[in-house]
């Protein structure tokens, strides 16, 4: 239903926080009881800035050369309650720049002992990401978790 909601073609794509109150008004009027979506929509322009909103979801991070910024911006997560206001927030990438998109099943992957990844582990395995190419660092980051969890069973999944 989400991405039929995201193919409407009267939405302001280019304005995430209006493009989220209108997903979030069709889904609620849609009607199913306890559903509801997270949701991290961004736009990247050519210059450079990604205008972004975050309706629940884990704050994604743009990592610099000297620093790594939490996108959180946006508001409460899709379906629940109409009217629901969202704001949107603005960062710019430079060269070099890349952000890194995850879902809860990174972030809360558990050892054998229930422990959870979470988002500092998450911040170590970036922070000694020693290889610029996309595929090495997302492999990286997999390896990562992988040796964290052990083999213990997951309960979500990994999404990037």
Do not use: W
Not at 34 to 42: E, Q
Not at 80 to 93: H, I, K, M, Q
Request: glycine letters at 10%; proline letters at 4%.
């Amino acid at each position: 239903m989400l991405q039929g909601c995201l193919r409407l073609k009267r939405l302001p794509v280019s304005v995430p926080a209006a493009t989220m109150a209108a997903v979030n008004t069709a889904m609620v009027r849609r009607g199913i009881q306890g559903r509801f979506v997270t949701l991290f929509y961004g736009v990247l322009f050519p210059d450079g800035r990604l205008t972004y909103c975050n309706a629940g979801h884990n704050p994604q991070m743009l990592v610099t050369s000297s620093r790594v910024e939490r996108l959180e911006i946006g508001g409460m997560v899709l379906g629940l309650f109409d009217g629901t206001p969202f704001e949107e927030g603005t960062v710019v990438l430079e060269p070099g720049d890349f952000l890194v998109t995850f879902s809860d099943g990174v972030s809360e992957a558990m050892d054998r002992k229930g422990e959870e990844f979470g988002d500092e582990r998450l911040l170590e395995s970036i922070a000694s990401m020693t290889d610029n190419g996309v595929v090495p660092r997302l492999k990286h980051v997999f390896a990562s978790v992988s040796a964290f969890t052990a083999g213990a069973a997951q309960n979500d999944d990994v999404t990037h």
